[in-house]
């Protein structure tokens, strides 16, 4: 799992930014991140099996080297230590592997694009209907969803929003919040992205008289 966290002091001035943002337009933002959008383990498992596979099949080159090593450790060496000492340090070698494979650096190697991307697309769908982003009076919501493992960034807009902005329009913001993640600067990056945000949507939809803030202004950290 991947270590991140927002201090309280992140969390106010992302929530600021968002009101600010939205006191230009009808438009509501809601934002939303978690550290991994699906937890990988079956890719890590292969990984870990792979790697045991390799590491099993060099050794088969060495037996005369390791029986003559196992002899000199047992006085009552047998058949069944050179059996012992394989099937242990396999087994041993996969369980390493397989822990390794958290590490979020190596499992963005292990797990392919397509999937990270994937998953991340899926889960930022589910958030978009879950956060009540779908219902908004006009249908003019967006979500900007980021997920920190897979350094991805989603941003999901409702059907009034899609209309009038194309989505190659939101990828610069996008891509200034992926900046912010791999450079340790998310929140400042996010801000920014925020009011890049507002004044877009204020373009195509500006506010209302009668305009209220229909959903939560502070970023929500999500489990799974």
């Known amino acids: 799992m991947v270590k991140f966290k927002l201090k309280e002091a992140d969390k106010k001035k992302i929530s600021e930014a968002v009101k600010q943002a939205e006191s230009k ?31 099993f099949a060099v050794l088969l ?15 009552d060496y047998s058949s069944a230590h050179l059996v012992a000492f ?39 769908l589910l958030h978009f209907m879950d956060s009540g982003v779908s219902y908004t009076r006009d249908r003019t919501g967006i979500l900007i969803f ?7 960034v ?11 902005i194309e989505q190659t329009q939101w990828q610069q ?25 507002g004044e877009l949507l204020a373009e195509h939809f500006p506010i209302k008289k009668d305009d209220t803030n229909e959903l939560a202004n502070e970023i929500e950290e999500l489990d799974k």
């Open 173 to 197: 913001i996008l891509n200034n919040v992926i900046e912010g993640i791999k450079h340790g600067n998310f929140t400042d990056h996010l801000v920014q992205s925020i009011q890049d945000c």
């Open 86 to 124: 394989y099937g242990f340090s396999t087994f041993l070698v996969g369980t390493i592997f397989y822990f390794l494979a958290n590490v979020a650096a190596i499992d963005r190697c292990i797990v392919p694009g397509k999937i990270r991307q994937k998953k991340v697309h899926e889960r930022a």
């Open 25 to 55: 337009t009808s438009g509501e933002i809601v934002t939303a991140f978690i550290r991994e959008s699906y937890d990988y383990a079956i890719y890590e498992l292969i990984f870990a099996v792979i790697v045991s596979f390799v590491y």
């Open 146 to 152: 980021i997920s920190i493992l897979e350094r991805r």
């Open 61 to 75: 080159l060495f037996v005369p080297h390791i029986r003559t090593w196992l002899q000199s450790m047992f006085w």
């Open 154 to 164: 989603e941003l999901l807009a409702d059907s009034g929003i899609n209309e009038k």
